[in-house]
Structure formats: C-alpha cells, structure tokens
C-alpha cells in the first residue's frame, strides 16, 4: 500500500460517547505503536503492539482507553465514554520488525473533537 | 524517566541564513536520538537519527552525550525548510517507544 492509513480522518462526538479510530498499517509490518497528540504538544505514546500481541500498554490514560490488533495487521483504538479531555490527534505508526533501530512510518492521524 | 525537551516553540530565520534547532535529553542510558519533520498538511515523518551519522536535505545532527543535546543544524536555511520539527529519543525498550519533545515550528522567511 501507500502507506499507513487512518480512519476516520475527522471525528466529533458528545461528551460520553463511544468512538473506534482504525488504522491499518503498512502490509507485513510487525509493530504498531498508537501515539496521542494534544493541541500544541508532542506525541505521547498510548501502546505497542508486535503482531497480535499487545505488549506495552502503559500510556493508555484510563480503563476507558483499549486497543486491539486480532490479527496482527489493521488495529483499533477505542474510547469510551468519552471525555472533553480526550480531545486530541491520535496517531498510529507501524514498522517493519520489532528492533528500535526501524523507522517508524506515522499516518495521517484521525482528529478527535469532544463536545 | 526519560525526557526531551525543545526550548523553542518557534524559530524564524530568513533563507539563507543558518539554523539550529535545540533538543536536550534526560535518560539514564544509552537512548537513539531521532529527528521528526512535519511539513504542511503532511504527515510526521522520519528526517534524521544520530545511529546513521548522516546529513538529509543538508541538516546534520551530532549527539552530544556531555551536554545531553541533539541540536539540529543547517548552514544554509531554505523556504521549504519551513515545518515543525520533532526532537525524539527511543531508551528502555526493544521496540523503540518514541518520547517526543513538544516540538519547534521552524519558519524560513525569503
């Protein structure tokens, strides 16, 4: 493919709303990293994924916050009962093996806007 | 804990001029120190790491373990250099978890 790819790119939702953010990575692409990203701030890691397994899990903010890749390629971020501070750009990033040494490719990000 | 931090939000030279853009680090070992470039309406995109030891798009960073520093340099600042730019280090991990700086909105005036 083009590369990593994000959806949707915009979302607004209410206060306490469930929301699912995809991403589907580059094909063949072991790691999968989430990154949330607040108006004005850098990135911040949420989690990483190596295939289906989900080994770091330690930026997730709250319970509300859960991630999943069944099957190692596309992956999803969910939120629940979403909060006004949740606002933010949430980015998915992938890379061909599990090495700290690959460069990560980032998508284009999915704009998440709590009312 | 690991940290980065970039003490300009913004930085404005004209074209031509040289450029550097400041990045410090804390981390108790040894960290991969990395570069990120955002241009307009792009997506965040690798631009350089100090393992490689090698000048993209005539930017050169050195790792400074003394000072904890990896300061992005140019001698000749272009237009299309304008962007945020990223400062980031992976440590503590196999996997390479990015901690990012806040980042620096570098604008090139002509």
């Known amino acids: 493919g083009a590369g990593v790819s994000q959806s949707p790119r915009y979302k607004v939702a209410k206060r306490g709303q469930d929301v699912a953010l995809r991403c589907d990575p580059i094909?063949?692409?072991?790691?999968l990293f989430w990154y949330q990203q607040a108006l004005g701030q850098g990135p911040e890691f949420l989690t990483y994924?190596?295939?289906?397994?989900?080994?770091?899990k330690s930026g997730l903010p709250s319970d509300r916050f859960f991630a999943e890749r069944p099957e190692g390629s596309v992956s999803t971020l969910k939120i629940q009962r979403t909060q006004q501070e949740d606002s933010a750009v949430y980015l998915c990033?992938?890379?061909?093996?599990?090495?700290?040494?690959?460069?990560?490719?980032f998508g284009p990000g999915t704009r998440l806007t709590v009312l | 804990a690991q940290r980065v931090t970039q003490p300009e939000k913004l930085l404005s030279v004209f074209k031509g001029a040289p450029v550097e853009l400041k990045c410090n680090y804390s981390?108790?070992?040894?960290?991969?120190l990395f570069w990120y470039v955002q241009y307009s309406r792009q997506r965040l995109q690798l631009l350089l790491r100090?393992?490689s030891r090698e000048s993209i798009k005539g930017f050169t960073a050195d790792l400074n373990k003394g000072e904890t520093s990896f300061h992005l340099k140019k001698p000749f600042a272009q237009e299309e250099d304008s962007a945020m730019y990223y400062c980031?280090?992976?440590?503590?991990?196999?996997?390479?978890?990015?901690?990012f700086g806040q980042g620096t909105i570098l604008t090139v005036h002509p």
């Open positions: 094909s063949g692409h072991v790691s």
């Open positions: 100090h393992i």
């Open positions: 980031a280090l992976t440590g503590g991990t196999s996997y390479g978890k990015l901690t």
């Open positions: 990033a992938s890379s061909l093996s599990s090495s700290s040494y690959n460069e990560q490719f």
């Open positions: 994924f190596q295939n289906e397994a989900q080994l770091d």
């Open positions: 981390y108790s070992g040894s960290p991969e």
